[in-house]
C-alpha cells in the first residue's frame, strides 16, 4: 500500500514537471493590459502568432502554433479587430480569434438626420475606410449601426439602405385603409415631413393626420422645413426665412406647390413613417406653435389666426420679435 501512494505521488510529480516544462517551451501570454489586435483579412495563423510575439501579447510565436495544433479546435481564425485583457491565456486568445469576438463600435443615425450629414458623419469616422456619395434623401434607416475598424463605409451605407426597405416594406403591408398617400415612395415623402414639423413624439400621429387632411383635400402643405431644404439640403439654415424663400417656385417648395416635395427632405424614422400610414384621425388643417414644444392644432382658419396671434404675442412677450 505504501509503495502504490509512492507511485501515484511520483505520477503526480512527474505530470506537474511536464506541465511547466511544456509551459515553458510553448510560452504563454504576456498581456499587461487591455490591447486591441488587428487581425488584417487573409492573415495565416503563424503571421498572427509572430504578430502576437513582435508586440509582446505572447512569449513564444513558435508555442503558441505549437499550442493551437496540439490543443485549439479546427476552426480557422477569422480576421477583425480583437480587445486582448490581461486574464486570457493563450488558448483563450486563439479561441477568441476563431469565435470572431471582434471589437464592435457603433455609429448612430438619429431621426430626421438628413442624407448629406449622414455623410459627413461617416466620413468623419476615422476607423472606416473607403469614399462614398451621399446617399439618396430618405434611403437609409435611423438607427444605431455596429462597425468593426478597417470596414468599408460603402458596406454600412449598404446596411442602412436595406433596413430602410426592409422596414417600409413590412409597414406599407400594414397600412390603414384611405391614408392619404397611394405608394410607399409618397409615404416617405410624407414621413419626412412629419419627422421635421414634429418635436413631441405624442404629436406625431396628429401631425401625420393633419398633412394627410391636406394632401386629401389639395391644401398646400406649407411645411417650412420644405422651403429650407433646397436651400441647405436639410442642414439647419441659421436664420429666418425671407420672404422671397417662402415664395420660391422649385421642387420642394408647398409653399408655392399644391400636394408633396418631389422627394423626402430628410430620413424619418420609423414612428414617423408608421404615423403616416396609421395617422390619426381628426379635421385638423392648421397647427402653430403653442409655446411648450407642442402645436395647437385647429379646424377652421379663424381659428388658426386667434391661435398665430396668441403666438406672437407670446414671442413678443419672450423678445424673440
Known sequence: MKRLGLFVVSLFMLAAVGLILA??????????????FTIPAGSSLGKVAYKLEEEGLISSGDGFLLRARLFGSAEPIQAGEFELTPEMDQGDILAAFQNGDVIRRFVTIPEGMPSILVWEKLMEEELLTGEIAVPAEGSVLPDTYAFERGQDRAEIIEQMRSAMD???????????????????RDALILASIVEKETGTAS???????????????????????????????GKPLGRRIRRSEIDAVNDYNTYTRVGLPEGPITNPGRESIAA????E?????????????????????????????KWYALRRERGEM
Open 203 to 233: 404629436e406625431r400621429r396628429t401631425v401625420a393626420g393633419l398633412y394627410s387632411n391636406r394632401v386629401k383635400r389639395g391644401i398646400m402643405l406649407q411645411a417650412d422645413p420644405t422651403i429650407i431644404y433646397p436651400i441647405t439640403k
Open 23 to 36: 509551459n515553458s517551451y510553448l510560452g504563454d501570454a504576456t498581456i499587461e493590459k487591455e490591447t486591441p
Open 166 to 184: 426592409a422596414f417600409l416594406t413590412k409597414a406599407w403591408a400594414e397600412r390603414a385603409p384611405d391614408i392619404a398617400v397611394d405608394n410607399p
Open 281 to 309: 384621425e381628426h379635421d385638423y388643417v392648421y397647427m402653430v406653435a403653442d409655446g411648450t414644444g407642442g402645436h395647437e392644432f385647429n379646424e377652421t382658419l379663424d381659428a388658426h389666426n386667434a391661435a398665430v396671434a
Open 276 to 279: 403616416v400610414l396609421n395617422p
